[in-house]
C-alpha cells in the first residue's frame, strides 16, 4: 500500500510538473522542433488566487557574476573557444563562430583546459557530464553567448553533472524532468563555479554538491525543485564535503542566489519528508558516510542569499561544523505541513559547531515556526540578527539567542515581503531598522544586488543594504 500510495503521488507531481512546465514555456520547450531556433526564458511560477502564471519582481533579480574568462583576462592565448548554435550547427562543424557545433554533447568531448564554450539561444535535449578537467589558471568553462539564456534539458541525476575540477557553468537554463537535479557537482572533484544560471522544475535539487571542495554557486535563480524525488532535496545544498587540501579560508561559498518554492512531497523509505530547503550544508561530519572519512572542517560561507516560500527550512546546517552565516534574508518557509520534526522555521544550526549567524533577517510565517532554530550543537554564535516573530528556540550549551546584540521581535519593514514572486520586494524602506544595525566584523563586503556595503554609517542587516534608489524601484 505505501508503495503504491508513493508511485501515486509521484505520478500526480510529475504530471503537475509537466503541465507547469509547459505552460510557463507557452509550448516552447520538450514539443519544440530540433531546428527551430528561438530564445527560451523560463521564470518563477507564482499564484495569484490559486492560478499559476510566470512573472517576478525586478528585485529579486540577483547581480550578474563575472565569469572565469573575465577573471582571468582574455582567453585568446589560455585555450580554444568553441561555439555551439541549435539552429544552425552540426556536429560536423570545427565549432568554430561560423561553423558551430549544435549540441553541447559534442562540444563536451572536445574540449581541454583553458577552452571556452559559448551556447547560443536554443532548446537542448541532453545529458552533459563534464570529466574533463582545466587547472588553476586554465578553467574549462561553459557558457551562454552574451545575451543568450540556452535552454537545457536532462533526464539524468544533473543535466550538468560535473566531475572534473576548475569547471564553470554559467548563464544557462537548466531543468532535469525525471528525479534528478538540475546541475550535480561531486564524485570527489573540486573547484566548480555555478553561476548566473536559471535552475528549476528538477525532480531533486537546484544545484547538488556531493563529495566535493571549492563549490562556489552564485547569482542563481533557483526555484520549484525536489518535488518528485524521494531523497530528499533541497533548492542548494552541498552533502558530505571532501576537503581537497587545508587552506585557510572560505572553500565552499553559497553567494547572492535566490532559492524559493522548492519542496519535497514524495516521502522517503520511511515514510519521512526532511527537506525542501532553501540552501542546506549537509552531514560534513560523515555520520551517514558507508565507508569511515574525517570530517570536513575547512570554513564554508553563506552570504547575501534570498531564501523564502520553500517546504523545509530557509537556511539549515545539518551535522556540520564551520560555517559562516551573514547578511541572508529567510522569509517564511517550513510551509509543507508534512515537514518531519518540530525545528520547523528559518535559519537552523542542528548538531552542528563554531556556526556564526551575523547580520540575518528572518521572518518565520506563522507563531508556531522559529525564527531562530539551535539544538544539539556547541561554540555557535548568534549576533547583529533580526528574529520577525521572536520565535527562537537554543539548546542548554548555546549562548542565549536572546542577546541585546539581535533584534528581536522587530518588523524590518521590506518594501513588499510576499510569496508571490511577481511582485516580492525584500529590500528594506529608509525607516528600517535594519539600517545600520548589522556589524562590519563579519560582513559581506557588496549586497544582493552587488552594491557596496555599506552604503550609511553602518552594515546593515539582510540581503539588501539600503540605497535610495530603490525607492525609485518600488
Request: charged letters at 15%; proline letters at 4%; glycine letters at 10%.
Amino acid at each position: 500500500m505505501l508503495i503504491s500510495g508513493v508511485m501515486k503521488t509521484f505520478l500526480t507531481v510529475l504530471t503537475a510538473a509537466f503541465l507547469t512546465i509547459f505552460i510557463c514555456h507557452i509550448g516552447k520547450s520538450y514539443w519544440l522542433s530540433p531546428n527551430q531556433y528561438q530564445r527560451v526564458t523560463v521564470e518563477p511560477v507564482r499564484e495569484v488566487n490559486g492560478v499559476q502564471s510566470c512573472n517576478r519582481s525586478a528585485a529579486l533579480t540577483p547581480a550578474q557574476v563575472p565569469g572565469i574568462s573575465q577573471s582571468l583576462g582574455s582567453r585568446g592565448s589560455a585555450g580554444t573557444i568553441y561555439y555551439v548554435d541549435g539552429e544552425r550547427g552540426n556536429d560536423s562543424n570545427t565549432g568554430t563562430a561560423y561553423l558551430p557545433f549544435k549540441t553541447i554533447v559534442k562540444v563536451n568531448q572536445k574540449v581541454a583546459a583553458g577552452d571556452s564554450v559559448y551556447v547560443k539561444n536554443g532548446t537542448y535535449q541532453e545529458n552533459i557530464t563534464v570529466t574533463q578537467s582545466g587547472t588553476p589558471d586554465k578553467w574549462i568553462a561553459f557558457q551562454a553567448f552574451p545575451g543568450h539564456k540556452p535552454f537545457v534539458i536532462g533526464t539524468q541525476d544533473g543535466t550538468f553533472r560535473i566531475e572534473g575540477n576548475y569547471i564553470e557553468i554559467n548563464g544557462f537554463d537548466v531543468t532535469s524532468i525525471l528525479t534528478g537535479s538540475a546541475i550535480h557537482v561531486g564524485k570527489g572533484n573540486h573547484h566548480t563555479r555555478i553561476i548566473n544560471n536559471e535552475l528549476h522544475d528538477a525532480g531533486c535539487g537546484g544545484v547538488s554538491g556531493q563529495e566535493t571542495d571549492y563549490l562556489h554557486v552564485e547569482g542563481n535563480r533557483v526555484y520549484r525543485n525536489a518535488f518528485r524525488s524521494h531523497y530528499q532535496c533541497s533548492g542548494i545544498s552541498i552533502y558530505q564535503a571532501i576537503a581537497f587540501d587545508s587552506e585557510p579560508g572560505f572553500h565552499n561559498i553559497i553567494r547572492g542566489n535566490i532559492s524559493y518554492y522548492n519542496q519535497n512531497i514524495v516521502p522517503r523509505e520511511d515514510g519521512k519528508i526532511t527537506d525542501g530547503n532553501g540552501i542546506i550544508i549537509d552531514d560534513f561530519r560523515q555520520t551517514q558516510s558507508q565507508t569511515p572519512r574525517p570530517k570536513y572542517t575547512a570554513s564554508t560561507l553563506i552570504e547575501n542569499n534570498i531564501v523564502f516560500s520553500n517546504g523545509g527550512r530557509g537556511i539549515h546546517i545539518f551535522l556540520s561544523d564551520n560555517v559562516t552565516v551573514r547578511n541572508n534574508t529567510s522569509f517564511h518557509n517550513s510551509n509543507f505541513e508534512n515537514l518531519d520534526g518540530n525545528l520547523k522555521g528559518e535559519l537552523s544550526a542542528y548538531l552542528s559547531s563554531n556556526i556564526q549567524f551575523y547580520n540575518n533577517i528572518a521572518c518565520a510565517s506563522a507563531p508556531d515556526k522559529l525564527d531562530f532554530i539551535e539544538g544539539e550543537s556547541t561554540n555557535n554564535k548568534w549576533e547583529y540578527n533580526l528574529a520577525c516573530g521572536g520565535n527562537l528556540r537554543g539548546s542548554d550549551r548555546s549562548p542565549n539567542l536572546r542577546q541585546a546584540k539581535n533584534l528581536i521581535g522587530v518588523n524590518p519593514l521590506f518594501v513588499n515581503p510576499s510569496l508571490n514572486a511577481a511582485v516580492a520586494n525584500f529590500r528594506i524602506l529608509p525607516t528600517s531598522p535594519a539600517i545600520d544595525a548589522g556589524t562590519p566584523i563579519s560582513a559581506a563586503r557588496t549586497d544582493f544586488e552587488g552594491n557596496s556595503r555599506p552604503s550609511g554609517a553602518g552594515i546593515d542587516i539582510g540581503a539588501h543594504e539600503f540605497n535610495l534608489s530603490h525607492l525609485k524601484l518600488r
